[in-house]
């Protein structure tokens, strides 16, 4: 089968929808937020219910170094906002960084400097143009999580109100993910977590955004009812026959 690379887009918030400009619009923690922290080393006693269709603007767990400077597993803002604008607005949603442009970006730059984090999923979707819009899962072939790279960042109004927030940034695609998108997440090995986290040389830390080329990640068509954020179920990581 041929592709027309020009119909293929991330399917985002609403149903019948997708913007050229993201790449991930969606995905699965479903695992516990114990099981997460043991990825990094971490206890953690948050209590986070299974998510099979994380949608943005929406809270996700993530791994940071905290501005005391704690590894720690926390619930961020999906969506960056920025520590110099004026504050949470849903007409502007930042839920993807570009790895290109992600060290000079006004948004990204500082994040990218003193803020990384670790996003763990079990999964995530992309949509490819088959008689309407067919949602495909993507994920490992032994069912163990997938660490997105990303950004956090925290903004208050000096009142009280503060927002933690995060961006989940975007390479080119590999050989594997090219039939379905022309991008994808960067998927980070777990010997570069650590790195990712803590180093101080943005130099190095760009290199490590590159796409994912390893043989162990699947992708399988999934029911259309993912299409609607509303519908969160187990039933929707089923392979179609």
């Known amino acids: 089968m041929r ?3 020009t119909k293929l887009r991330c399917y985002l918030i609403h149903p019948g929808t997708f913007n050229e400009t993201y ?3 969606r995905f699965s923690q479903s695992s516990s937020a114990q099981d997460y922290a043991e990825l990094f080393g971490l206890e953690s006693e948050l209590s986070f219910p299974p998510r099979y269709n994380v949608s943005p ?12 400077g704690n590894k720690e597993l926390v619930p961020l803002h999906w969506g960056l906002v920025p520590s ?29 400097r003193r803020h990384r984090c670790l996003i763990p999923v079990d999964g995530f979707y992309e949509w490819h143009e088959e008689n309407g819009k067919q949602p495909y899962y993507i994920k490992h072939v ?5 660490v997105f790279a990303g950004l956090w960042d925290h903004w208050d109004d000096g009142e009280g109100d503060r927002v933690e927030s995060c961006s989940i940034i975007t390479c080119e695609a590999s050989s594997f993910m090219l039939p379905i998108h022309e991008r994808m997440t960067v998927i980070l090995k777990p010997e570069k977590f650590n790195d990712w986290l803590e180093s101080k040389d943005t130099e190095y830390i760009q290199t490590l955004l590159i796409p994912y080329a390893e043989p162990d ?10 299409n609607n954020p509303r519908h969160d179920s187990a039933e929707l990581l089923n392979r179609l026959l």
């Open 217 to 226: 990640i699947e992708m399988y068509p999934v029911s259309l009812a993912v």
């Open 142 to 146: 032994h069912d163990t999580p997938l």
């Open 57 to 68: 603007n929406s809270d996700i767990l993530a791994c940071r170094v905290s501005l005391e």
């Open 23 to 25: 790449m991930c619009g």
């Open 3 to 5: 592709l027309d690379y």
């Open 84 to 112: 110099w604008s004026k504050g949470l607005d849903k007409r502007f949603s930042m839920i993807n960084a570009r790895a290109e442009t992600v060290a000079t970006k006004p948004a990204y730059r500082a994040p990218f």
